[in-house]
């Protein structure tokens, strides 16, 4: 009894990544820091333009000026040889949405920056893999583009999502990779022509649709119980990357009922530390409970309220603009997901 006590509370306090002195590195305020941004964009020339703020002509620049820092630690300054020194042979991969490509093209850039004289790269596409490599030090950054984690199967029927099944080609992609980061959340909530399935199912039940934080929830456990009885941990690390908030109505953010803001256009700067939702985003609480529940806990990098105080932080206008109208939900790069990588960073390196 005892002991499955221990254990229990052992599991619950392992999942969030801290520092190796116990501080808890998501808790903490942007400061102005005129060593940034990490890295010029313009560099890299492989970020996706739907990413280059600053190329695509966003004029307000202190936005790029903001670092993490954590109330009662620092973090470790990122150190890209440091990187590929320890990933020497191995791959690091991120498996999601665009949030995942959004990180993944971030983490690509930083490496490549940080490397004098800057080394050669590769980068192609195979179907829904990307492959980043940097030949001369055998290392392989890649993002596989899977924005539910469980199957959707072509059938006669239609497309069917089905909440307890992952593919055979991706358990064995997973479990090749040294370092794997996990996203996925905002393609439940698609519907009409957006929506990548038209019928969920779980075991022999076929539903025409269900509350998405349940499906959402069930698809959470089913990637949950893959890692418990598949992933070595001596060969594979696991992180979570926690639900990346959105700044599409300015509700969600500022209490002053005469501010102009509709959303996060013409936002220029960060909110203050404190002015966090008091209540966790369901999404994310869901998230936390299936953490909570695993064997192997993935560790979860939790960016989800340091991200929330960077309305200023999104492409709005400045990303593929036009017709594809104002982007509230991805980020700028350089910019928010470099301190999510540091947040890995310091993960990978202080273990
Ligand atoms: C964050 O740190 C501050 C200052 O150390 C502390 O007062 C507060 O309780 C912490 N918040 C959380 C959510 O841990
Ligand atoms: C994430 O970090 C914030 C800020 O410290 C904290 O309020 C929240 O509880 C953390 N979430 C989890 C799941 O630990
Ligand atoms: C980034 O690089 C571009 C092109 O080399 C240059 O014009 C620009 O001034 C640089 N920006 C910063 C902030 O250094
Ligand atoms: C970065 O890491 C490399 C390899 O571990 C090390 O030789 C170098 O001193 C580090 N650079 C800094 C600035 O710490
Ligand atoms: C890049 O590749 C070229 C051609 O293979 C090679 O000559 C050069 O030394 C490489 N550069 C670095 C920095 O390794
Ligand atoms: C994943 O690797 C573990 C051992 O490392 C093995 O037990 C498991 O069968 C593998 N799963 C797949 C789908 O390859
Ligand atoms: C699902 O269907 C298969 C074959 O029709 C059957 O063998 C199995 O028992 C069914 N499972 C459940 C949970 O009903
Ligand atoms: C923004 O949120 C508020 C409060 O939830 C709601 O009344 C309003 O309709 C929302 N605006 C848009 C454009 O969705
Ligand atoms: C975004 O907000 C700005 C004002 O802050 C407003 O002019 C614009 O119409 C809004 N765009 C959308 C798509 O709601």
Redesign the pocket.
Known sequence: MNTVLVLMLFVVSAYQVHNTAGC?VS?GSWVYDDSYPLYNASSCSFILKAFDCVGNGRPDKDYLKYRWQP??CNLPTFNGTDILMRFKGKSIMFVGDSLSSNQWQSLACMVYTSITPQPNYTLFRQGELSTFAFPEYNVQLLFSRNPLLVDVVSTKVGRVLKLDSISLENQKLWNETSVVIFDTWHWWLHVGRKQPWDLIQVGNQTYEDMDRLVAYEKALNTWAKWVDSNVDLAKTKVFFQGVSPDHQNASDWTLNPKSEAMNCTAESEPLPAGSENPSAHPAEQVAEKVLRSMLKPASLLNVTTLSHLRKDGHPSVYGLGGSRGLDCTHWCLSGVPDTWNVLLYAALTES
């Open positions: 808890d808790n109330f009662e």
